[in-house]
């Protein structure tokens, strides 16, 4: 479940990032915006090459200039390896240049298909996140239990 005021920015991403999408949880209309988040989770497809490392920087780019006052993460989603765009130690260099406060947000990659477990593992270990698993249908292991894990840390 999502709490009010939460607020969720998916970037869909292949080859470059697609269209981001914004939802805020407004206790006015609390149903309204976890129905958007979950229409557009739903409406995503896997098409072109994977570009984790770049989609990553836009995502940081992308996060207001106050991170400190709401727990703020990333969850990166992805079925494939990096395939295009920057590359690991491109990433690394834009990382360690953020601002302090801005290495504060953690990504949290979550394991599916094909993904490349030691590459998402070290994208983890970078920002301070952790990898999960999202290959089961229930319980741990599922994308659901990631996410309630992911909350263990706000």
Known sequence: ???ERE???LLPFGS????VRTHTVDPADPKAGPAAIRADAA??????????YSSLAAAYDHLGP??????TSIVLMTDGENTAGRSAAEFAAFYRALPAARQTTPVFPIVFGDSDRSELESIAALTGGRLFD???EKGPGSLDGAFEEIRGYQ
Request: zero cysteines.
């Open 66 to 71: 106050d991170t400190e006052s709401a727990f």
């Open 16 to 19: 470059t990032v697609k269209q």
């Open 134 to 136: 999202g290959t089961k």
């Open 7 to 9: 607020q969720v920015t």
């Open 1 to 3: 479940d999502f709490r």
């Open 43 to 52: 409406a995503l497809t896997a098409e072109g090459d994977t570009a984790i």
